[in-house]
């Protein structure tokens, strides 16, 4: 082991190994994956080689190829084509959820922690209430209830994630609420509200913000597993779960129509979920 040198570091004991190699590496290999994901989301022309509506059934069920490097599904479409394009409406939907659940996270949760103590009772027992079941099992049920397609999907998995959002919400605005800067504005003479509004709010939004870089994989997964079961976009729309779905029933023929979309959910969803910790980490101090 050896002790660092720099100064007001002196007694501080580094492991060998602990310099952050792996973790750096593995943030940037994130980074990259969610780079090319928003290359395929923004601008899948530059990507795509194929159609990706386009049917051909002369050439269904293609292994992969120089031609088709992802094979083709039942209807003779290039997978790999409908996997570039379909980063859009999967991304899209679960960036859209996550985005409302934050904002309509930040009003209520906010809001009950200035509210008087029935308003904050009634926001926070309703709040424990959705916690209490998965995201998942609440985000279906309200589908269900507002019935298929993209739009209702990212209603559903908004309201799924809100509860996370309100209860750090308020968390946060209770915490920064009692802060010296900003019983120091108040002392000033500075209006309550606008003193909230200048000193509280932004603090609180930051904290749900580095909150919201893990969501996004847990809203693109939401969206994804409802789309699997046919409550989101619909045929011929490419869109990572509804082409996993598809796939499922030909696995043992045709793999690649399922394993290429199920990668792509994959690899965006821990590539998201790694950025988040690693700036939630960040944010706590814990990484340097």
Known sequence: M???????????????GQTGGPRRVLMWAALGVIAVVAVMALFPQL??????????????????????????????RDVFSRVVHGAGRSVGIGLLATAL?????????????????????????????????PEFLVALVVVAILGPGPTNVA?????????????????????LALAEHVEAARILGVPPMKAFVRHVVPGVLGSLSVLATIGIGSSILAAAGLSFLGLGPTEPAPEWGLMLSAGRNVL???????????????????SATIVGRSLRARAEGRLS
């Open 2 to 16: 050896t002790v660092s040198s720099r100064p007001g570091a002196a007694g501080r004991v580094h492991a060998p």
């Open 47 to 76: 990507l795509a080689t194929h159609d990706p509506l386009r049917t051909d059934v002369r050439a269904a069920l293609e292994a992969p190829s120089a031609g088709h490097l992802f094979g083709t599904d039942q209807s003779g």
């Open 101 to 133: 659940a934050l904002v309509t996270g930040l009003v209520l949760g906010a809001l009950s922690g200035k509210a008087p103590r029935a308003v904050d009772a009634t926001v926070m027992r309703v709040t424990d209430v959705l916690l209490a079941f």
């Open 155 to 175: 209603i559903a998995v908004t309201i799924a994630a809100v509860p996370v959002y309100v209860r750090l919400a308020r968390v946060q605005t209770r915490s």
């Open 252 to 270: 043992g023929s045709a793999w690649w129509i399922a394993v290429f979309p199920g990668v792509a959910i994959t690899l965006t969803v821990v």
